[in-house]
Nanobody, 123 residues
Framework: QVQLVESGGGLVQAGDSLRLSCAAS????????MAWFRQALGKEREIVAA????????NYADSVNGRFTISRDNAKNAVYLQMNSLKPEDTAVYYC????????????????WGQGTQVTVSS
């Protein structure tokens, strides 16, 4: 079992940067792929970035590739999302998620979810 708590969201202007954190607890956290999802008002939840158990492999949605960076620190049971060059269309609730496989993350049915943190980007 894994518990996830996100933090770091807020209100910023277009072009600004923001760093989200996900604090994880539970057993064998390093056995899980981790990901960030987001859900904008009135839209479907989408995966933004994912990171492998080792942290070596990362995957990004086309919309954020080159602007966002996902990372993890297994020693601290933490996952991060560095967001640069933010755009108004990045406005959403961002969720941390964990699952055993990348496939399950892509299915939008991960085993564990955080409560979400709001990111709002103004023009």
């Amino acid at each position: 079992q894994v518990q996830l708590v996100e933090s770091g969201g807020g209100l910023v202007q277009a072009g600004d940067s923001l760093r989200l954190s996900c604090a994880a607890s539970g057993r064998t956290v390093s056995d899980y792929w981790m990901a960030w999802f987001r859900q904008a008002l009135g839209k479907e939840r989408e995966i933004v970035a994912a990171i492998s158990r080792s942290g070596i492999t990362t995957n990004y949605a086309d919309s954020v590739n080159g602007r966002f960076t996902i990372s993890r620190d297994n020693a601290k049971n933490a996952v991060y999302l560095q967001m640069n060059s933010l755009k108004p269309e990045d406005t959403a609730v961002y969720y941390c998620a964990a699952d055993r496989t990348f496939r399950d993350l892509l299915s939008r049915a991960p085993d564990y979810w955080g409560q979400g943190t709001q990111v709002t980007v103004s023009s």
